[in-house]
Nanobody
Framework: QVQLVESGGGLVQAGGSLRLSCAAS????????MGWFRQAPGKEREFVAF????????DYADSVKGRFTISRDNRENTAYLQMNSLKAEDTAVYYC?????????????????WGQGTQVTVSS
């Protein structure tokens, strides 16, 4: 069982930066791959970024590539999403998720555990 708690969201002007954190409980954090997703009002939840259990493999949605960076610290049981050059269209509730294994990591259904989400609002 893994419990996830996101933090670091807030209101920022376009072009600004935020760093989201995802704190995980349990001693097995290092065995889970992590993902970040987001959901804007009236839209479906969408994939943002992925990082393997070791941190050796990462991937990003095309819409955030070059602006967002996913990372993790397995000693601190925490995953991060550094968001730079934020745009109004990045406004959404951001969720972190954990999965032990599975196929396509871009699919939300492939994740086993979810946080409660943190709101990110980018003003233009």
């Amino acid at each position: 069982q893994v419990q996830l708690v996101e933090s670091g969201g807030g209101l920022v002007q376009a072009g600004g930066s935020l760093r989201l954190s995802c704190a995980a409980s349990g001693r097995t954090f290092s065995t889970y791959a992590m993902g970040w997703f987001r959901q804007a009002p009236g839209k479906e939840r969408e994939f943002v970024a992925f990082i393997s259990w070791s941190g050796g493999s990462t991937d990003y949605a095309d819409s955030v590539k070059g602006r967002f960076t996913i990372s993790r610290d397995n000693r601190e049981n925490t995953a991060y999403l550094q968001m730079n050059s934020l745009k109004a269209e990045d406004t959404a509730v951001y969720y972190c998720a954990a999965r032990y294994s599975g196929s396509n990591y871009m699919y939300a259904v492939s994740y086993d555990y979810w946080g409660q989400g943190t709101q990110v609002t980018v003003s233009s």
